[in-house]
């Protein structure tokens, strides 16, 4: 088996992250604060226990879990939120950007000349960090822009955009 996934491998790892981003959701209503963090956090650890669980090579799913996760933002605000103000709009803003980027580089990364590896993860880190440093930077210039701010929130998105770029240049050495 090399890089064919079966359908029940995939139908497994897109239930447990559901399953967990609805609990997430749920707890989530009982501390409003964290209302981005707690279902994103849950997406994550959902995410990951699926890969662990069906042996699914996590660059791999990171491309497509990107795809998803990017839309079911757009999809659960639109759902979510019914009033239309700057905030909403520079919310779905930084979401469209990082979609386009994602939507864009998933047909161009293996023809960078400095990302030798080839490796797939690119398009999906690159889009996660961009989402995260748009929403870092929107946070110190404008906070009352952004959706489900914390107070913390400058520092948990810079790591996670630190972090994303950082395994892009880790996979492009390999």
Same mark, same amino acid.
């Not at 103000?85 to 979401?95: E, K, P």
């Given at each position: 088996?090399k890089?064919?996934y079966?359908?029940?491998?995939i ?8 399953i ?5 959701l ?27 669980? /069906?042996?699914i090579?996590t #660059?791999?799913? %990171?491309d $497509?879990?990107v795809?998803? +996760? !990017?839309s079911a933002? *757009?999809?659960t605000s639109?759902i979510?939120?019914?009033?239309f ?12 950007t ?7 580089l ?10 030798k /590896?080839?490796?797939?993860? #690119?398009p999906? %880190?690159? $889009?996660?960090?961009?989402? +995260? !440093?748009?929403?870092? *930077?929107?946070?110190?210039v404008m906070p ?9 929130d ?12 950082l395994?892009i ?5 390999r």
């Amino acid at each position: 088996m090399k890089d064919d996934y079966i359908p029940s491998q995939i139908f497994t790892t897109s239930f447990i992250i559901l399953i967990l981003y609805f609990i997430g959701l749920m707890v989530a209503d009982y501390f409003t604060k964290y209302k981005f963090w707690i279902p994103f956090l849950s997406i994550i650890v959902g995410f990951f226990v699926g890969v662990r669980k /069906s042996r699914i090579k996590t #660059f791999e799913a %990171l491309d $497509a879990f990107v795809y998803a +996760f !990017l839309s079911a933002i *757009i999809l659960t605000s639109i759902i979510l939120i019914n009033t239309f103000d700057l905030t909403l709009f520079i919310f779905y803003l930084i979401s469209f950007t990082s979609l386009a980027s994602y939507l864009l580089l998933k047909k161009q990364y293996k023809t960078f000349l400095w990302y030798k /590896s080839g490796r797939r993860g #690119f398009p999906g %880190l690159f $889009a996660i960090g961009l989402f +995260f !440093l748009e929403r870092a *930077i929107i946070s110190i210039v404008m906070p009352e822009l952004v959706l489900f701010l914390t107070e913390y929130d400058i520092f948990i998105s810079g790591l996670i955009s630190l972090m994303s770029f950082l395994n892009i240049f880790i996979l492009a050495g390999r």
